[in-house]
């Protein structure tokens, strides 16, 4: 079963697919699993004409899938393939393929707290290496499933971040682009933050401004409240942090969103609690900075109790043991 293994290694049988080509998209069809067939000088695989999402589909009460937010990741997807010059799917054809493809693993899905994880992708197929200038003049759209348990299934430890003020995440146009560039440009520098610090992930900062880390956005919280930074394109608008936005702000929090500098942060870590948010992680607690290759502690450098607050309230609105808020869940039978 898929929650033995590691998260994103186990796949669900089924996957949906649709191609376009000569201006316009093909029906999209359910098939097994397995290889594609891609010519070697396809687009996506020279030229990072590639874009995907990630989001997760629940076991509800009545073993219904509970898909959370899939107008946003829908909306998201479209918005990437739009910048990666890519054909943009219709939304209607894109959630249908979602759906389609969650019905189809629907006996996949493990109890909560693990998940159904859904990635839809989209690339350029078309064989041309002379189009390095040029958008790509044939796609594939698939949705792949991937049954896993809960992303930390050694329970939840806090992390090291390693702070980073020079190097960027990624380049200006691309920060709110989930595109597999902005995975690579991170990735050199993540290494190396592991070598030196043991670091498990990195915390970039752009121009003073704190933005993300490479996969999770990061939000500040304490008994009252919950910072994040402003949105300014610079960093991945994740649909879980605009979830944690509404649903402290239902529950009581001061909720902000604003400019944070390197020095509001190692403020707020005297006394407060910072955390991670994402899909497949969804609130991880930070338990230690590293900053100039010296450790600052966050609170105690415990799991904060805040963090695991919002967290399992986030995953009971998600699995629906509370109640989300309209048009957060489409369940499919
Ligand atoms: C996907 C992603 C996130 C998290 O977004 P969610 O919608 O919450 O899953 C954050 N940063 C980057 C760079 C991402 O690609």
Redesign the pocket.
Known sequence: MGSQRAFGTAFGGQMSLARWHDGEWEAPALRPLAALELHPGAHALHYGSSCFE?LKAFRGPKSEARIFRLDR?VARMRASAEQLCLPVPGADMLTEMVVDAVRANLGEIPEPPGALYVRPTLIGTDPNIGAAAAPATEALLYVITSPGGDYFGGGLHPLRLAVETERPRTVPRFGSV?TGA?YAMALGVTREARAAYRADQVLFLNQGLVQ?T????LVLLDEGRLLTPTVDGT??E????DSLLTLASDLGFKVEELPLTLDDLLAWAEQGEIAL????AVLAPVGTLVVDGADVRVGGGAVGATTLRLRSHLVDVQTGRAPAPSGWITEVR
Do not use: D, Y
């Open positions: 990630g990741h989930k902005n993300e490479g996969a999770s956005n960093f991945l994740g649909v879980t942090r948010s994402g899909t497949a």
